[in-house]
């Protein structure tokens, strides 16, 4: 049950974008997406609720094709900051009320 | 204040000790999670209160306990734990279980031995 994330690692410079992708076999009602640093929790960066629903978040921002089944994390114009380990979480139309953490993109953003 | 803390944290147990995890959350929450975290991979999630009451147990060995006294702490009871339970611990609450925002604590960093 748990959604695929893609890529699984990504270097980037300061300065550029980064698309990280979630993707899921079953039916989503909702999309969270986290950010942990090295030995600490999970941060909390947003939820999308509705199918085509797009949020934002300072220099980060995510959309939520329902239809596909996917969630998309835009990371643009990268700082040192944004290095860590991404991970969406799922809530399914159907089925347990858990949510269901995806594979995990590990960003490292280099000078 | 959306802070979740957990002692201890860090933890080294043998396989024959008791030991015990704690967490604390003062922002009103009524659901509390225990989630596992091994190197690399998403945390897995064991248990769920939602009310104080165990609302979901994911199939997790009877040697963790969890406890969940008031509406503001949740432990984790550990009791002859075998080395692959050396993980991360995480500890979570949100407003209300179901749809909505997980806040994470530190976590327990647990070695047994």
């Known amino acids: 049950q748990q959604p695929v994330q893609s890529p699984q690692a990504v270097i980037l410079r300061e300065g550029e974008d980064a698309v990280i992708n979630c993707s899921s076999s079953?039916?989503?009602?909702?999309v969270h997406w986290y950010r942990q640093k090295h030995g600490e929790a999970p941060v909390f960066l947003m939820i999308l609720l509705k199918g085509g629903e797009q949020k934002g978040h300072e220099k980060i921002s995510a959309s939520f094709n329902e239809k596909k089944q996917q969630s998309s994390l835009y990371l643009t114009a990268s700082q040192l900051s944004y290095s860590g380990t991404y991970f969406c979480g799922t809530f399914y139309q159907t089925g347990a009320n858990n949510l269901f953490f995806g594979t995990g993109t590990r960003l490292t953003v280099i000078p | 204040d959306t802070e979740v803390t957990q002692t201890p944290k860090h933890l080294v147990m043998g396989m024959t000790n008791k030991k015990s995890l704690k967490c604390e959350q003062h922002?009103?929450?009524?659901?509390m999670y225990w989630y596992k975290q091994k190197a690399k991979k998403p945390p897995e999630l064991m248990f769920v209160?939602?009310?104080?009451?165990?609302?979901i147990n994911e199939s997790v060995p009877s040697r963790f306990s969890p406890e969940c006294p008031n509406s503001s702490l949740l432990n984790l009871h550990l009791h002859a734990l075998q080395p692959e339970d050396s993980a991360l611990y995480l500890c979570?609450?949100?407003?209300?279980?179901?749809?909505?925002?997980?806040?994470f604590g530190p976590g327990t960093r647990l070695l047994v031995l």
């Open positions: 922002m009103g929450h009524r659901a």
């Open positions: 979570a609450s949100s407003r209300e279980q179901g749809v909505k925002t997980q806040y």
């Open positions: 079953k039916a989503l009602y909702s």
């Open positions: 209160y939602s009310y104080e009451k165990l609302s």
